[in-house]
């Protein structure tokens, strides 16, 4: 199958002078997305030669600890319904349901991510 149109999404990261993230913004070019700020990404790649997944995990200095618990809590939610998409496994991803709920309960996440 041929390649018919290209998108880009763009990350761009500003660091203090030790190399720690203070802002990141994102561009998407096909979804009218440009310079949008955001205090956290993940981002994991396959590599189909190696079999193994890249990861850049990044996020700024003022990003609270409940809102990085509350960002990986959906993080793991929507993970569970990208692999169910993405294989139909029902019962695997109702098992990382299972471990989305069990971190809302402990975490006291149904709060949302309003500051503590």
Known sequence: MAIKHHSKIILEIGLDENRIPEKITWTATDAGIENEPAEAF??????????????????TKEMKVFEMQFFVWQTIRSLAETY??????????????????????KLELKKGPQDR
Not at 42 to 59: F, H, M, Y
Not at 91 to 99: C, P, Q, R
């Open 42 to 59: 993940l981002l994991s790649v396959w590599n189909d030669e190696t079999k193994e997944t890249l990861r850049l995990d990044l996020w």
């Open 84 to 105: 169910r998409k993405a294989t139909g496994d029902d019962k695997m991803a109702d098992t990382i349901l299972d471990l989305a709920d069990y971190m809302e309960e």
